[in-house]
């Protein structure tokens, strides 16, 4: 069991002496099989360690409830070895999880320093707990504004990427695909793919609307990708939108991004008639 403190200076730290600050409702909330506790009498969290079979997202879900519940405008986070040994993960796998949180804006860095936006943590969880049931996910209105919206978004990353975010995009293709090889769920790392997308256009407004309807098409699209073959066409998906945005062709990343969510759309559906119908997805 490790135990986690806010320290008055805004920083996260583990079994240390500072003056902790915060006042928050006591809470227990569990993440497959990991649990954060919230101790109100002694100011500490308590974090027990991720299990060896989790995926780096459990380790991502447990930053994401302390860095909400924190009453700082940011908060440092610890380094990259006191998180491995507290939370009993490897390093790959940490810093797995901490990109995905930078993905999606959980954390950011600066000057080598990690910092969590409470803010964005809080959007998360309050993303999630509200979420309606599957059957409402699958309601036309969430695909219907992909349709409109991410087409464009991935033609205007055509034209204002950057070498950084050619290389940032690339990169969750290449996660995607070892956790698909892997067995592994690629749900988590389809979200950040997308959202790398909308971050390269520079447009503030558009990253928070794809990072909104990554949080409430979670469900639905995670049906899409049930069947090992429709996972292995996605991945043929994102390669074909990821080299139009290489290579600054806005209307065949338009397309592509068109064909892909038209397909997703497609999975969904089907996926639905199976589960309305009795059968296996």
């Known amino acids: 069991m490790v135990t986690a403190f806010l320290a008055s200076d805004g920083q996260l730290c583990f079994d240390c002496d500072h003056p902790v600050v915060g006042q928050w409702d006591k809470g227990i909330v569990e993440t497959g099989s990991s649990r954060s506790v919230y101790m109100p009498e002694t100011n500490e969290f308590v974090l027990r360690p991720a299990q060896q079979r989790a995926l ?3 380790v991502a879900d447990q930053l994401i ?19 491995s040994e507290q939370f009993e993960v490897g ?23 990690r910092f969590g936006n409470p803010g964005r943590a809080r959007a998360q969880l309050v993303a999630f707990s509200t979420r309606p049931p599957v059957d409402g996910l699958l309601a036309d209105d ?14 205007l990353a055509a034209e204002r990427r950057t070498a950084e ?9 290449d996660v995607m695909q070892r956790a698909h090889d892997g067995g592994q769920r690629v749900i988590d790392y389809d979200e950040v793919f997308h959202v790398s997308i909308a971050r390269a256009t520079r447009n503030h407004t558009l990253l928070e609307l794809v990072n909104t309807l990554m949080d409430v098409t979670h469900e639905s699209r995670e049906m899409s990708f049930e069947p090992v073959s429709a996972a292995e066409a996605a991945l043929d998906d994102h390669r074909r939108i990821f080299e139009a945005i290489r290579d600054g062709d806005p209307e065949a990343a338009r397309t592509a991004m068109l064909e892909h969510v038209t397909q997703v ?17």
Request: aromatic share 2%; hydrophobic share 40%; glycine share 6%.
């Open 165 to 173: 975010d050619i290389a940032e995009i690339g990169h969750w293709i």
């Open 56 to 58: 780096p997202q459990l």
């Open 142 to 155: 969430p695909i219907e504004t992909r349709r409109i919206i991410e087409p464009s978004t991935a033609a």
């Open 65 to 83: 409830k302390v860095i909400a519940a924190s009453g700082m405008p940011a908060l440092r986070l610890p380094s990259e070895r006191e998180l």
């Open 91 to 113: 390093r790959n796998a940490l810093r797995e999880a901490l990109t995905f949180l930078e993905g999606i804006g959980v954390i950011t860095t600066r000057k080598r320093e």
């Open 265 to 281: 759309e497609r999975l969904i559906k089907e996926a639905s008639r199976k589960i309305a119908e009795g059968e296996d997805v």
